[in-house]
């Protein structure tokens, strides 16, 4: 099934590009989609490092055993700062 992966802010610097469309099996968790989206951009990988990036599904944030479904959106952002 696919599935349409957007970056953010930062995120979309450290993957040199704002989205991209993967194609996962069905039953894949999050924390599946997101092993695969870090050994695809390892920018990516590399900020999450430095950085906590909040991972929406839907514009919801879910947790790692969150099942994914056909045409779900993920997107990868750095968490907003500000004061």
């Known amino acids: 099934m696919r599935v349409r992966v957007r970056f953010l802010a930062a995120a ?23 092993e695969q989206v ?10 999450a ?6 991972i929406l599904v839907n514009g919801v944030k879910r947790g790692d055993d969150y099942v994914l479904s056909e045409g779900d959106e993920v997107a990868f952002m750095p968490p907003a700062g500000g004061g």
């Not at 979309?12 to 997101?34: F, K, N, P, T």
């Not at 870090?38 to 990988?45: A, D, H, K, Q, S």
């Not at 490092?49 to 909040?54: N, T, V, W």
């Open 49 to 54: 490092e430095r950085i906590p990036l909040i």
């Open 38 to 47: 870090y050994r695809i951009v390892p920018g990516l990988r590399e900020l």
């Open 12 to 34: 979309a610097d450290a993957a040199g590009r704002r989205a991209i469309e993967l194609e996962v099996s069905e039953g894949a968790r999050l924390a599946d989609l997101v």
